[in-house]
């Protein structure tokens, strides 16, 4: 049934990682990153940690 087995479709995921550390954000600065517009397939997760 698969005369030309070598041929057929390949698929890779990848998967890309950011970190960006914002010193002393402000409520402002939370809120514009949670109204981000971003493409299908794009995530972004926000954790706050506190410090002091």
């Known amino acids: 049934p ?3 087995k070598k041929s ?3 698929f890779e995921i ?3 990682k950011r970190l960006i ?4 954000p402000t409520g402002k600065t ?5 109204k981000l ?3 299908a397939g794009v995530d972004i997760k ?4 506190a410090t002091g």
């Not at 550390?21 to 002393?24: A, H, L, P």
């Not at 939370?30 to 949670?34: E, G, P, Q, S, T």
């Open 2 to 4: 698969h005369i030309d």
């Open 8 to 10: 057929r479709e390949q």
């Open 14 to 16: 990848r998967t890309h």
């Open 21 to 24: 550390d914002i010193i002393q």
């Open 30 to 34: 939370v809120d514009a990153l949670n």
């Open 37 to 39: 517009s971003l493409p």
């Open 46 to 49: 926000i954790k706050a940690t």
